[in-house]
């Protein structure tokens, strides 16, 4: 065999050795790399600690209520009809708090109004009853209901102690919740968009 022959055989083997090499350290760089990478990525436990959530309402029909969990809590979206939102106003004199005034659950100025929300349809609202913590029942159905009055014009039930809540989470009088349901932070990226849990659009 040549010399020149030799030669060849020795360069296509180190060719081959630092082909591998390189693609084994490629790897190995890849394997580092992406869990590196996904720390950045807010963990579920961060999630769940307050990261915002994002809701797509374009499939929400009049009467319907959707819940997301935001901060471990379930948070209302409830598209009301043009009816009950315009039976908001009649209830004033029946309700604990009728303006969103107490400060127990501080409501945003945004939702410091008779519909207590952004836009008059859209109820954004969380589920966990002021009192002990329960989550009320829909009781959406105006009339004469068990536990409820003759004239019940249609809302939010805590079976656990009988309070009673509006299309608008505000708390009936005499009832044992102190408060009206929490309104959390949320803004509308779209029409059809809804971020709950911040209220500024960076």
Same mark, same amino acid.
């Given at each position: 065999?040549?010399?020149?022959?030799?030669?060849?055989? *020795?360069?296509?083997? &180190? @060719? /081959?050795?630092?082909?591998?090499? +390189?693609?084994?350290?490629?790897? %190995?760089?890849? =394997?580092?790399?992406?869990?590196?990478?996904?720390?950045?990525?807010?963990?579920?436990?961060?999630?769940?600690?307050?990261?915002?959530?994002?809701?797509?309402?374009?499939?929400?029909?009049?009467?319907?209520?959707?819940?997301?969990?935001?901060?471990?809590?379930? *948070?209302?979206?409830? &598209? @009301? /009809?043009?009816?009950?939102?315009? +039976?908001?106003?009649?209830?004033? %004199?029946?309700? =604990?708090?009728?303006?969103?005034?107490?400060?127990?659950?501080?409501?945003?100025?945004?939702?410091?109004?008779?519909?207590?929300?952004?836009?008059?349809?859209?109820?954004?609202?969380?589920?966990?009853?002021?009192?002990?913590?329960?989550?009320?029942?829909?009781?959406?159905?105006?009339?004469?209901?068990?536990?409820?009055?003759?004239?019940?014009?249609?809302?939010?039930?805590?079976?656990?102690?009988?309070?009673?809540?509006?299309?608008?989470?505000?708390?009936?009088?005499?009832?044992?919740?102190?408060?009206?349901?929490?309104?959390?932070?949320?803004?509308?990226?779209?029409?059809?968009?809804?971020?709950?849990?911040?209220?500024?659009?960076?």
């Amino acid at each position: 065999m040549s010399e020149a022959s030799v030669a060849t055989n *020795v360069d296509n083997s &180190r @060719r /081959t050795w630092l082909i591998t090499s +390189a693609a084994m350290g490629g790897v %190995g760089v890849a =394997a580092v790399a992406v869990p590196f990478v996904s720390s950045f990525q807010p963990s579920e436990k961060a999630k769940a600690a307050g990261a915002a959530v994002q809701v797509d309402i374009s499939s929400l029909l009049p009467g319907e209520k959707r819940v997301v969990e935001w901060r471990g809590k379930p *948070v209302w979206i409830m &598209r @009301r /009809t043009p009816e009950q939102v315009q +039976a908001l106003s009649k209830l004033e %004199g029946e309700l =604990a708090d009728p303006k969103s005034v107490r400060t127990a659950y501080p409501t945003p100025e945004y939702a410091q109004n008779t519909h207590r929300s952004i836009k008059p349809e859209i109820l954004v609202a969380v589920g966990i009853c002021t009192h002990l913590g329960c989550s009320p029942g829909d009781k959406f159905t105006p009339g004469a209901q068990p536990s409820l009055p003759d004239d019940w014009p249609g809302g939010f039930l805590c079976a656990c102690h009988g309070s009673t809540f509006d299309l608008a989470g505000r708390v009936f009088k005499n009832k044992p919740a102190p408060d009206n349901l929490e309104v959390p932070p949320h803004v509308y990226l779209s029409d059809t968009t809804l971020l709950v849990g911040e209220d500024k659009v960076a």
